[in-house]
Nanobody, 124 residues
Framework: QVELVESGGDSVQAGGSLRLSCVASGRSNCRYDWSWYRQGSGNEREFVSGIDTDGNSRYADSVEGRFTISQDNAKNILYLQMDSLRPEDTATYYC??????????????????WGKGTLVTISA
């Protein structure tokens, strides 16, 4: 069983920065695709950023150029650096381990795993 724990959420003013972390329990010989999602009050959960097993990253248009996803594979930690924060970035942020992974060079599919979220509040 994999457990994901997010941290780093806080209340900051617009224009500020935060770095979110997601620590994954357990060890694996496989690497997986990872994502960050967020859900604001009254909104559906939406994709923010993702990184694949080859280190390729992608971003939602709303955060492109302001957020940066990265990972420390040795420590099983996923990060989201968030700069130039805006009030509309206010949400609970969730990390997700995607189904797709690689065990060596072999593509492998497991179930999705979600963390419980960390709250980010941006004031104007």
């Amino acid at each position: 069983q994999v457990e994901l724990v997010e941290s780093g959420g806080d209340s900051v003013q617009a224009g500020g920065s935060l770095r979110l972390s997601c620590v994954a329990s357990g060890r694996s010989n496989c690497r997986y695709d990872w994502s960050w999602y967020r859900q604001g009050s009254g909104n559906e959960r939406e994709f923010v950023s993702g990184i694949d097993t080859d280190g390729n990253s992608r971003y939602a248009d709303s955060v492109e150029g302001r957020f940066t996803i990265s990972q420390d594979n040795a420590k099983n930690i996923l990060y989201l650096q968030m700069d130039s924060l805006r009030p509309e970035d206010t949400a609970t942020y969730y990390c997700k381990r995607e189904r797709r992974g690689k065990c060596g060079r072999v593509v492998h599919y497991d179930r999705n795993y979600w963390g419980k979220g960390t709250l980010v509040t941006i004031s104007a």
